[in-house]
């Protein structure tokens, strides 16, 4: 009987209606997860991987590195007076830092979310000044550590299972290392004769790129990409270049060149090579802009009441995930740059309609770290027309719609499919053409 009516509506259906597809929805909408503990505290989140597995720290009467997995803190720091999580790789394993004191040297933390927990280097000299940058699927870290509070001097670090802590040029004036590939080559800067220089460092041998590649003013090496390429910034004569080299071939291949006036740039970048942008520009703004191979350089339109804008993340398929801060209450809002344009604010996504929101994190998954006000969530792209969340569009999803048929009040991200503000033909059709598992 209920296949029969079913029969009946869809051919009436598509009687009086044009035929619509899933296609034809052009909507962003997510389901929220929350990022939650039962234990006293405030969860301050840094990471998170393509397992949904989260690094960061309960700040509760101590601060303390945690590992979040399966709606719950999986693991925790207590051996210090204070730690925090900043790394997480795809292989579950977080690193943090933790110090016991004022001046104290940090230890360097490796844990996993099975309450593994190991303190496996002292970083010697640091006193309390030390940082996280980048780590790989191997588990080994980079990071660097600075003179004291507003110093320019640092010294950069790598630890290796093999190895231990090694420190990078421990007799030049200033190292910084922002990354590190597969094979424990880590890229950064290094101050010589006045000018930073872009550089690599593998296993004790320095590359000096800035030299190499004959580049002038201050350079820097940021970001590794799978195939082996380096992003590398340039800064002369007040114009800002990027590019990607690569040392297998020595080809270079420019990404863009920021004009005078540009600043509080920012960069980046995806296993793929692709990069985002966010800077702001003396005669225009703020400004976000994609690059990648196959489209160039992109530039988003904004609207006018963003003061400030940040990129955060950029996945394998060019979307970018962004905060800004806005007019008239200067508040910060969390943003996705997909298709289009123009970035869409993921502000009315997040649930208890949170005055401020912004984004901490993105997995390859496209999977967003939120924060909003004090709570964190963890946004995951809906699939168009499921409206029970089982993963598969079907006649349960039917049932649903026909319970609310003709409404007109209905969730664009539920089921108000197309978005048309009512509850129709239009949004069965949809959901038909969707039929079966989601992707």
């Not at 991200?413 to 509850?423: K, W």
């Amino acid at each position: 009987m209920f296949r029969t009516a079913l029969i009946s509506l869809f051919l009436t259906s598509t009687a009086l209606a044009t035929t619509r597809t899933v296609d034809d929805v052009n909507q962003d909408c997510f389901q929220a997860q929350p990022v939650t503990t039962k234990l006293t505290g405030t969860l301050l989140l840094n990471a998170v991987n393509n397992d949904q597995i989260i690094t960061g720290m309960l700040d509760g009467s101590s601060n303390q590195m945690i590992v979040w997995a399966n709606e719950e803190i999986a693991t925790r720091v207590t051996q210090f007076n204070e730690s925090y999580g900043v790394l997480i790789n795809n292989n579950g394993v977080a690193a943090g830092l933790g110090s016991n004191g004022i001046s104290q040297d940090d230890r360097l933390i490796i844990a996993n979310a099975f309450d593994e927990i190991s303190t496996i280097a002292t970083i010697t000299g640091s006193a309390g000044w030390s940082s996280l940058t980048s780590m790989n699927e191997q588990g080994s870290v980079v990071g660097n550590y600075s003179a004291g509070s507003g110093s320019s001097n640092w010294q950069a670090f790598l630890w290796t299972e093999n190895s231990g802590i090694q420190f990078i040029e421990p007799t030049a004036e200033t190292t910084y290392v922002y990354d590190i590939d597969e094979q424990n080559q880590v890229a950064g800067q290094i101050l010589i004769d006045g000018s930073y220089h872009a550089m690599l460092w593998d296993n004790g041998l320095l590359t000096d790129l800035a030299t190499l590649l004959n580049l002038e003013g201050h350079s820097t090496a940021r970001y590794f990409n799978a195939q082996g390429q380096v992003l590398i910034s340039e800064f002369a004569n007040g114009v800002a270049t990027y590019l990607w080299y690569d040392p297998a071939t020595s080809s270079i291949v420019e990404i863009y060149e920021f004009p005078v006036g540009s600043y509080t740039l920012r960069a980046i970048a995806s296993e793929d090579g692709r990069v985002a942008f966010s800077w702001s520009s003396a005669t225009l703004g703020p400004q976000l802009a994609r690059w990648s191979k196959e489209d160039g350089f992109e530039q988003a339109t904004l609207p006018k009441n963003i003061l400030v804008i940040s990129a955060i993340a950029i996945s394998l398929d060019g979307t970018v995930a962004c905060s800004a801060l806005t007019l008239p209450v200067y508040d910060s809002i969390a943003m996705l740059w997909s298709e289009g344009t123009s970035p869409d604010s993921l502000h009315g996504q997040i649930p208890d309609s949170p005055i401020t929101s912004g984004v901490v994190a993105m997995n390859e998954n496209k999977e967003l770290l939120i924060k909003g006000d004090a709570k964190h969530w963890i946004l995951t792209e809906a699939c168009i027309a499921d409206l029970d969340n089982n993963g598969v569009r079907d006649v349960a999803d039917i049932l649903i719609l026909l319970g609310v048929w003709g409404q007109t009040d209905q969730d664009s991200c539920g089921t108000d499919i197309d978005g048309n503000a009512i509850i129709n033909v239009q949004d069965l059709l949809i959901l038909i053409d969707a039929w079966g598992a989601c992707p």
